[in-house]
């Protein structure tokens, strides 16, 4: 599940991830994104941290409690200069990774193949 208030953002990800050959869902801010994920909880989730009407620092702390091992990335572009610190604070209550925007889509793919290799590990070692 891509989660992003900009549509430019959001369609290049879910065309980028697609072509990866992974299913995606898409949500264009953290409302969206948890009532998709309560309809059919995604493998991985991406989400802006940056968006109006439930931001993605809030998405995180929900999704979280609905979910304690579904793996999110947290990206942001957050004003540049507090970047970093956005970031910081969504991975401190939940996040799994972070990537700053811009980033390169090798570095996506990288996080989202280990996070996904990782979460079928643990399943495999709960079975």
């Given amino acids: 599940m891509v989660i992003d208030d900009d549509d430019l953002?959001?369609?290049?990800?879910?065309?980028?991830?697609e072509r990866a050959g992974h299913k995606t869902v898409a949500a264009k801010n953290g409302r969206q994104g948890l009532a998709q994920f309560h309809r059919e909880p995604p493998d991985?989730?991406?989400t802006d941290v940056i968006m109006p009407d439930l931001d993605g620092i809030e998405t995180i702390m929900a999704l979280r409690q609905a979910s304690p091992a579904i793996p999110?990335?947290?990206?942001?572009?957050?004003?540049?200069?507090?970047?970093?610190?956005f970031l910081d604070a969504a991975q401190k209550l939940g996040a799994d990774l972070i990537l700053p925007k811009p980033f390169k889509q090798a570095d996506l793919m990288a996080a989202i193949s280990g996070l996904l290799a990782r979460d079928e590990r643990r399943k495999d070692a709960s079975q």
């Fill in 9 to 17: 953002v959001r369609d290049t990800l879910v065309r980028m991830l």
């Fill in 44 to 46: 991985l989730i991406v």
């Fill in 72 to 85: 999110i990335i947290a990206v942001s572009g957050g004003g540049k200069a507090h970047a970093m610190q």
